[in-house]
């Protein structure tokens, strides 16, 4: 098993340029997690998917997009990137998320270091 | 709201001490997550505390939770250099994990 997957590990953008980051899991994980890792900010939620189809915001939802067509990808777009968007971007899976529910650990992907100039 | 708060931020010890690492969740939460970031990488679960009570050992480190007081600690026996790493604990919210800030050890020969 691969477990989580990123692509890619590494991009540059200039400001206004628009990218998908891939992100994939064999483990049949129903939810899924974007987050970003800034020095000092630790790990901040940017939307996150209960289900195939379903998506949701988190803590810091603005300026981009995901889309959870298929049950093992989850996908986050930036439309027109700005320097405020340059960041490590983590995605994670987990059985679960619900309270009560078996084990909710999640598991994460290597990561992607994006750069906007 | 879940809220989950870690202290220290940043704790810098020498080899073969002791110390302890506390994280502290504002309301109920019956589990209880505990990762390590090395600098560069991915985070890598450490513990699952599924339980009030529940603790868990691995090599040096320790986790323990105690769900009345909404408190969890890392305990870390006679650290070693390899231990230095960030730490995150991370509560069970609504249909997400809520991760603490993460605390900085780093563990000097």
């Known amino acids: 098993n691969a477990g989580v997957t990123q692509t890619p590990k590494f991009r540059v953008l200039k400001t206004g340029q628009s990218m998908t980051l891939l992100c994939a899991q064999d483990m049949n994980h129903e939810y899924m997690y974007w987050y970003r890792q800034d020095p000092g900010m630790g790990l901040r939620l940017i939307h996150y998917?209960?289900?195939?189809?379903?998506?949701a915001k988190g803590e810091v939802p603005d300026g981009y997009n995901v889309s959870r067509l298929k049950k093992q990808n989850f996908l986050l777009g930036l439309e027109s990137a700005a320097p405020s968007q340059t960041s490590v971007y983590f995605c994670?899976?987990?059985?679960?998320?619900?309270?009560?529910?078996?084990?909710?650990?999640?598991?994460f992907g290597p990561g992607t270091r994006l750069t906007v100039l | 709201e879940l809220k989950v708060e870690q202290n220290p931020l940043f704790l810098s010890m020498q080899e073969g001490k002791n110390y302890t690492i506390y994280c502290n969740y504002s309301?109920?939460?019956?589990?209880l997550y505990w990762y390590r970031q090395d600098p560069g990488k991915s985070l890598e679960s450490l513990f699952v505390l599924l339980s009030n009570g529940a603790v868990k050992q691995e090599g040096r480190l320790m986790a323990s939770l105690d769900t009345k007081a909404r408190l969890s600690t890392l305990h870390i026996t006679a650290a070693v250099h390899d231990l230095s790493a960030t730490y995150f604990c991370a509560g069970q919210g609504a249909q997400k994990l809520v991760f603490g800030q993460g605390t900085r050890l780093t563990i000097n020969p």
């Open positions: 309301t109920t939460s019956d589990r």
């Open positions: 994670a899976s987990s059985y679960s998320g619900l309270a009560g529910g078996i084990n909710n650990e999640q598991f």
């Open positions: 998917s209960v289900g195939e189809g379903t998506t």
